[in-house]
């Protein structure tokens, strides 16, 4: 795994034992509400990497903050993809001649 990206995911764990902590959570409470198992709780605060994405949304949603998930990649806020599309459009637009003189 790149070191990035395990960095990203220790961190994520931390920010959900804080987050859980700060609710007056056990790990016990949180597994129970977000319907896991308390080692699947454990591994995710400990930024284990094998999470699946829908446990990250369980949690979310106990926190009520399910809605980030929704904004994570948002295409129509990827500056760096948008500036690509930018780059293919073409630099004038000819408009062809119908039969009828209508477009």
């Known amino acids: ?22 609710r007056g959570l056990s790990q016990q409470s949180l597994a129970e509400r977000a319907g896991v ?16 994405l829908h446990v990250l949304g369980r949690v979310l949603m106990v926190f009520g903050e399910v809605g980030r998930l929704d904004h994570l990649l948002d295409t129509g806020l990827d500056d760096i993809g948008l500036a690509l599309m930018d780059e293919q459009l073409p630099k004038r637009v000819r408009t062809s001649k119908s039969r009828d003189g209508a477009f």
């Open 37 to 52: 198992g308390l080692s699947t709780i454990k591994r995710l605060e400990a930024g284990d990497p094998r999470m699946q």
């Open 1 to 22: 795994m790149p070191a990035p990206v395990g960095r990203v995911l220790s961190k994520l764990g931390g920010d959900i034992n804080r987050a859980r902590r700060r």
